[in-house]
């Protein structure tokens, strides 16, 4: 029977290069997977070059001037990709207090009218001019955290009793980074929304690969466990936070869960980067419930907290055929000027759309 967790289980991947110890982490990881669906990695291969490099990119990049960012505003862009201030994306309704840039693997537009409207999710950065430096750092990261989650995603698979290479069909050819700045809470205005990203399941990816880009006194991440209580997720220097996402709970048949987490503003600034593990545009439900149906038998319909499982989820919930069409009413549901501007023919389905 599985029991409410209270914190977040370590991965060290280190022991995954030791047949003496590879048995304990599958163990570990198996744990970590079916009944909690969050967890740290440590030793994980990433160069400290790269990870530094980033973290000394994002202050010196949300203090660019705003003319700068306007001019790689997200609303430029039916890519979703760009910059987004402080209180333009929604969560369950609700206004996110966080600015953002969000970049993916640099891949040309290949969206005609004839395909599939989602398509047109696939296109290229906006990266500010004059910072080419910006670019080879963003780009440097995304390569690493994209062989970072190939490698990880085959430890998945043996955990759960699975070949290596099971889950990389399921893959996109493009993943999504998000840089985070989430603004201090104004102490003195308490009629403001601690709001930093409301509660939700992740839908931008096959997993999340999380940078917690702050000391360690600076909190805000939270996860929600099957007791329905929340619990606080530190920064633990030197890891990744991973999590599951929408998808890849689809495909165990709920056997791992996408766990419901959110931030809360604190006294301090904070910095945060999510790697999206991205999901193949056409993946369709019935595709996603039946390639492992018979491996992870029954569905698991009732592990989670009853705010968990009211949690806003349409792939999930089975109301979209393609994990491509899901992906884009969260994306116009979040970013409504942009559903707005570029995809008016699905934008008051989407909106008006509460499955």
Known sequence: MSTAFSEIPIIDLLQADDESTKPDLLNSLRYALTEVGFLYVSNHGVPRTVVDGLVKTLPVLFKLEDEIKKSVTLENSPHFLGYSDVGSENTGGNVDRREQFEFA?????????????????????????????????????????????????????????????TFQPFLSDQHRLKLVHYPAYPVD????????????????????????????EVKGLQVLNKAGDWVDVPVVPGTFVVNIGQAFEVVTNGACKATTHRVLSGPHERYSVPFFQGVRRNLTKAEAIGTLKDHFGVSHVSRESEEGNAIDSAFLKGKYDTWGESQLRTKVRSHRENGRKFYPEVYEQYINDDS
């Open 189 to 216: 205005a308490p009629t403001i929304s601690r709001q930093g990203v409301g509660p939700h399941k992740d839908s931008s990816g096959w997993w999340t690969f999380l940078l917690q880009a702050s000391p360690p």
């Open 105 to 165: 693997t640099e891949l040309t537009a290949t969206w005609h009218p004839g395909l599939a409207l989602y398509e047109r999710l696939r296109g290229p950065n906006q990266w500010p001019k004059g910072h080419t430096e910006l670019r080879a750092t963003v780009e440097a990261y995304i390569h690493e955290l994209t062989k970072l989650g190939e490698r990880f995603l085959d430890l998945v698979a043996q955990a759960l009793s699975l070949p290596p290479g």
